[in-house]
T-cell receptor
Framework: GDSVTQTEGQVALSEEDFLTIHCNYSASGYPTLFWYVQYPGEGPQLLFRASRDKEKGSSRGFEATYDKGTTSFHLRKASVQESDSAVYYC???????????FGKGTSLTVIP | GALVYQYPRRTICKSGTSMRMECQAVGFQATSVAWYRQSPQKTFELIALSTVNSAIKYEQNFTQEKFPISHPNLSFSSMTVLNAYLEDRGLYLCGARISNTGQLYFGEGSKLTVL
């Protein structure tokens, strides 16, 4: 079945560091890929999505490019801030939007 | 913009009692609603996917008898946790889907604590 695998566990960075959170997916066709962010005490919020090969999603300085060749959608940010501390989820929705799959989440802590 | 309100935000209940939570989509029509439980480790378990005018699809390990869901229209869904026990603790999230994007809009969750 379809699935999403992302960098698991906790990532600790200093402010202005470069961030990469890896996300790889397994699905047939062209699923829609998402990055969500969840701050403490809140529900997940959409950062951005992409649905075609080579499409780049971006928001708040974060970006990811849909790569069908490597089945990846890695999240990157050039310079993280303390306010970026949160849990990040890569997610996938299959064709027809019948199913939705989350990765296990990556907890980012940015140290000022 | 699209918003999803979920309430109550927190409930503390005694073991063996039940808790009902509600999910309201505002500003859009949700073609389907997915109910999740988030563990303390932050992973998501899909409980069920509810589509208006269709049968509710429960995932393995979750049943209608334990987690009955009502989804009467395109803006409202509710789920009850019946006979809650310690293993039912967690943050319950509803995600409302807009059909043309596949995106889920989430509420802030209903946190269940069982004593």
């Amino acid at each position: 079945g379809d699935s999403v695998t992302q960098t698991e566990g906790q990532v600790a960075l200093s402010e202005e560091d470069f961030l990469t959170i890896h996300c790889n997916y397994s699905a047939s066709g062209y699923p829609t890929l998402f990055w969500y962010v969840q701050y403490p005490g809140e529900g997940p919020q959409l950062l951005f999505r992409a649905s075609r090969d080579k499409e780049k999603g971006s928001s708040r300085g974060f970006e990811a490019t849909y790569d069908k060749g490597t089945t990846s959608f890695h999240l990157r940010k050039a310079s993280v801030q303390e306010s970026d501390s949160a849990v990040y989820y890569c997610a996938l929705s299959d064709l027809g939007y019948q199913n939705f799959y989350f990765g296990k989440g990556t907890s980012l802590t940015v140290i000022p | 913009g699209a918003l999803v309100y979920q309430y109550p935000r927190r409930t503390i209940c005694k073991s063996g009692t039940s808790m009902r939570m509600e999910c309201q989509a505002v500003g859009f029509q949700a073609t389907s609603v997915a109910w999740y439980r988030q563990s303390p480790q932050k992973t998501f378990e899909l409980i069920a996917l509810s589509t208006v005018n269709s049968a509710i699809k429960y995932e393995q390990n979750f049943t209608q008898e334990k987690f009955p869901i009502s989804h009467p229209n395109l803006s409202f869904s509710s789920m009850t946790v019946l006979n809650a026990y310690l293993e039912d603790r967690g943050l319950y999230l509803c995600g409302a889907r807009i059909s043309n994007t596949g995106q889920l809009y989430f509420g802030e969750g209903s946190k269940l604590t069982v004593l």
